[in-house]
């Protein structure tokens, strides 16, 4: 899904972490990275719930990721720490010993594998694109039928960088959050937004106006869209004890449990 960007936070942030170096097995806790602004996935609340772990004294994180991390948790014998952090930081965090785990919908590419280890995927979906209704976009079934229109994605993400896969496209200057690239296509700045399917079933469903184009076999975007979980190139008994737990998920939790968050999830706004 996601792409890793270069950043160069790792420095800062290894200064900054001090006792949060203390290993997750030390302090029984298992801290978590994630945006907490990428439902279904993850998104920030001010309720508690049965599914929320709780991330400021307002706010609480909810979504497929925090359900999953508390679930790989509860098999360790841990308790879950959501710890809230912007996409780029993600990595740069991991390997300062800020958090960790990388819980965020994060796709393995070789340039992450570079940096971290990934465990087997835990989630996988299809890739799509979501367009007002009514636009002269609903019902085409080709993403080369997508040259010559305005089509926008999430800086350093795959949901970037596949449009250039698509001859003649109008590629706009990628935006930091996907509320953001909400909003800019129900202003009509954009003709259509890069999703995965389950985020973008979500987005329509708490935004009537918008519709989801799917492709044709063969027709649509060439992308990995499996997720995993990213750990530590030197916690490898961590990455051991979390790829067991994950295990014993089974395939049919796990589409519930994004179900579920589909369902769940509240209306996308900036």
Not at 33 to 61: H, K, L, R
Not at 125 to 153: A, C, F, H, P, T
Not at 244 to 266: G, K, N, T, Y
Request: glycine residues 6%; contains cysteine.
């Amino acid at each position: 899904m996601k792409k890793l960007s270069i950043a160069l936070l790792i420095v800062l942030l290894a200064g900054c972490a001090g006792n949060s170096n203390a290993s997750s097995d030390e302090s029984g806790v298992l801290r978590v990275g994630m945006e907490c602004d990428y439902a279904p996935f993850n998104w920030t609340q001010p309720e508690q719930s049965d599914t929320t772990v709780q991330i400021s004294s307002a706010d609480y994180a909810d979504g497929y990721d925090v359900v999953i991390a508390s679930m790989i948790a509860e098999k360790l014998g841990m308790e879950v720490q959501v710890v809230k952090t912007d996409w780029d930081s993600l990595i740069p965090s991991l390997n300062a010993g800020a958090i960790d785990c990388i819980i965020a919908g994060m796709t393995e590419t070789p340039e992450r594998a570079e940096a971290v280890n990934f465990t087997t995927p835990y989630y996988e979906s299809d890739m799509v694109v979501i367009v007002r209704k009514d636009s002269e976009l609903v019902g085409i079934d080709d993403i080369q039928q997508l040259s010559g229109y305005r089509v926008l994605g999430q800086s350093n993400t795959t949901y970037d960088d596949i449009i250039d896969q698509i001859d003649g496209v109008v590629h706009m200057t990628p935006l930091s959050t996907y509320p953001r690239m909400i909003l800019s296509l129900q202003a009509e700045e954009a003709d259509a937004i890069t999703a995965e399917l389950p985020v973008a079933n979500g987005v329509v469903a708490a935004n009537p106006d918008l519709t989801i184009v799917t492709f044709a076999e063969g027709k649509g975007f060439t992308v990995d869209t499996s997720v995993s979980i990213a750990v530590s190139k030197e916690n490898t008994e961590l990455l051991n004890s979390i790829q067991h737990a994950l295990d014993e998920i089974s395939f049919e939790q796990r589409l519930q449990i994004m179900q579920d968050a589909v369902d769940r999830q509240p209306a996308i706004a900036e």
